[in-house]
């Protein structure tokens, strides 16, 4: 049977981020995903100098009461931002209610900053309600400055290996979860560092000369779908890797201005071919 996730993510109307880059991808992997955006943007916020913003919580607070009703089920529960410490609460609802009924994998992307600071619409009281809700999820997966955020540590600029397995067990025991830093520097490098069961792992990889929004959703998107498709951890996170990497040399390639945001178009027919195997 095919699983089905909600996916729980702003939406933004002109370039690629968020729930534009989750629906494609996971429905390519074969995962049903049904949209719960948190927030309604003109665009993504990444280089431009004005946009539309319309906070969505009570849209969000009416659709959870009608899936309530309609006693709807999920195999898995997807987070990404949350647009204030109220909706953070309703999520937590919405998984403990989850399961009730079921045993939902839960993902959270603790979507909080990047490049030591906060995104413009999180504040320090949103910061807190995020550390209460990785408590509750089976994998989170921060970036670098997120999860010094988390941890309530300074920001590092670089890392070696210990250290960035430290911050990825000292995570795990923190919240529970099974942990995947992104994005962290090394002195030879970038990695992810991950730590789950007891063990730890780095994933290293050559940083692309390039960087663009959405990124993160890719790669959170390319992990969730591949434990639906039931790879093993470590191989779902070398995918999501693999796959992320990618698509930003691919979008590069094409001269694709940055702030439209990583393309998941360009990736999508690698990932039938392969789900089709």
């Not at 953070?88 to 079921?102: M, P, S």
């Not at 979008?251 to 071919?273: H, N, Q, Y």
Request: aromatic share 8%; charged share 20%; hydrophobic share 40%.
């Amino acid at each position: 049977m095919q699983p089905i996730c909600a996916a729980i993510h702003d939406l933004s109307c002109y370039a690629k981020s968020s729930l534009t880059v989750v629906l494609p991808v996971l429905e390519t992997m074969g995962i049903e995903t049904c949209p719960l955006p948190t927030a309604l943007l003109s665009t993504q916020t990444d280089g431009f100098d004005t946009y539309y913003f319309r906070d969505t919580t009570s849209e969000l607070e009416g659709i959870l009461d009608a899936w309530k009703e309609l006693s709807l089920h999920y195999d898995a529960i997807y987070s990404g931002f949350l647009g204030s410490e109220h909706q953070v609460q309703l999520i937590k609802w919405f998984i403990e209610q989850q399961r009730r009924v079921g045993s939902p994998l839960v993902l959270v992307d603790p979507v909080l900053g990047d490049d030591a600071s906060l995104y413009g619409p999180i504040t320090t009281g949103h910061v807190e309600a995020m550390r209460s809700l990785v408590h509750v999820a089976d994998i989170i997966t921060p970036n670098i400055t997120e999860a010094a955020l988390l941890l309530d540590l300074p920001f590092q600029e670089q890392f070696d290996e210990k250290e960035a397995l430290s911050w990825a067990r000292k995570l795990s025991l923190l919240t529970g979860s099974f942990v995947v830093i992104t994005s962290v520097p090394l002195s030879d490098g970038f990695a992810v560092a991950c730590h789950a069961e007891n063990q730890d792992f780095l994933v290293r990889y050559a940083k692309v000369d390039a960087s663009y929004p959405g990124c993160g959703d890719l790669f959170a998107s390319i992990l969730l779908g591949s434990l639906l498709c039931k790879h093993t951890f470590q191989t779902a996170v070398r995918r999501a890797v693999t796959y992320t990497s990618m698509a930003i040399e691919r979008t590069k390639r094409t001269g694709r201005e940055r702030r439209l945001g990583v393309s998941p178009t360009l990736i999508l027919p690698d990932l039938s071919r392969e789900r089709a195997q």
